[in-house]
């Protein structure tokens, strides 16, 4: 069986080149190809010898993720679908607005938490993606971004399918080469890992001294509810999610945000508003309120004009950054909890 030459360690691939008598500094050539020109094919690397690309592709390949198709909306949102190397699929999204292009990346084909509001829950999980398959989703899109919008990423949210930190080494070796110098070179800054609220992971997260973005999918603080719109909440309440808050935000400095989905009736009330104020409290934070997203077969409803304004009064009066992202990419099925894969 050959392995994937970008899923190997580079101890192993310094071992590889010292056992075929080839020069160190090829490892630093063929690194380049891979990381910092995303190739998917040893017959792309010419400024490698004929004998090693050959020596290379026999002993070696590449599970690539490739894009299948896309979806474009009438507000410029581009949905992709990947198929990868067992023919599975996974879904993008490239998200444009005056100053930015942001790509909403997968980490996983399907997702087990079942969240009660998020099409990509319904599939279950099939299993997680390599690092390659993540880097090559962010690799590939901005590729797309310069063609369709010309300029490239400006942001990458992991917000696609899937936990991001039920696949932790694979996500931050992802991380490494997207932000490595010798890879896209994309700033850290620019990047935002999304979480049901593993508590374990979040406070490894804080260990590994990230320096990239951690944003909690709250959509309620109080534990009832939560509970009733995350699974996941059961076993890691509210109380246990705010200790490895504060643990990660004492380690990194780093500022976490809040994802709130606004449920009309259930989570949009002042009461409601009041609780997460409060748990605001833990450390410095900001809120993104997000519109519902209808999906088909559940019976969830977008909050009220009337609701959505008061509670953003509410919470700024106590002195909390909120901000409504107003969603894209409705009509492809490419807005936040519509990714699914139809297709597949």
């Not at 410095?284 to 909050?303: A, H, M, Q, R």
């Not at 992202?325 to 490419?334: E, F, L, M, P, T």
Request: proline residues 1%; charged residues 30%.
């Amino acid at each position: 069986m050959k392995k994937d030459i970008r899923e190997i360690s580079q101890e192993e691939l310094e071992q590889f080149f010292l056992e075929n008598n080839q020069q160190k500094f090829r490892i630093k050539q063929l690194n380049e190809w891979l990381w910092g020109k995303g190739a998917n094919s040893f017959d792309q690397m010419s400024s490698l010898s004929k004998d090693l690309r050959e020596l290379l592709n026999e002993k070696f390949e590449f599970k690539s993720a490739k894009i299948d198709q896309e979806f474009k909306s009438t507000d410029g949102t581009i949905k992709f679908s990947f198929k990868l190397f067992d023919d599975k699929l996974v879904e993008g999204v490239l998200i444009p607005s005056k100053k930015r292009v942001t790509a909403c990346i997968s980490s996983q084909i399907g997702c087990s938490l079942d969240c009660a509001f998020c099409a990509t829950g319904t599939m279950g999980l099939s299993r997680n993606l390599s690092s390659s398959e993540i880097f090559d989703q962010v690799f590939k899109l901005n590729e797309e971004s310069e063609r369709n919008y010309g300029r490239s990423l400006t942001n990458i949210v992991f917000m696609g399918m899937g936990e991001p930190l039920l696949n932790y080494n694979n996500l931050l070796k992802s991380i490494h080469h997207i932000t490595s110098e010798k890879g896209m070179g994309i700033s850290p800054r620019r990047i935002t890992v999304s979480t049901a609220g593993l508590s374990k992971q979040i406070m490894k997260l804080g260990d590994d001294e990230v320096k990239f973005n951690l944003a909690i999918s709250l959509h309620s603080a109080i534990d009832e509810i939560r509970s009733d719109l995350m699974p996941i909440n059961n076993a890691i309440n509210l109380q246990t999610l705010k200790e490895s808050i504060r643990y990660f935000y004492e380690k990194t400095n780093n500022r976490v945000t809040y994802e709130y989905i606004l449920f009309k009736g259930i989570n949009d009330n002042l009461d409601a508003a009041r609780k997460l104020a409060a748990f605001c409290r833990i450390s410095p934070c900001k809120v993104n309120l997000i519109e519902y997203n209808t999906v088909d077969g559940f019976d969830f409803e977008k909050s009220t004009e009337e609701n959505t304004e008061g509670f953003i009064e509410f919470l700024e009066h106590r002195n909390i950054i909120v901000h409504l992202r107003k969603s894209k990419g409705k009509d492809i099925d490419a807005a936040c909890g519509q990714l699914v894969n139809k297709l597949q």
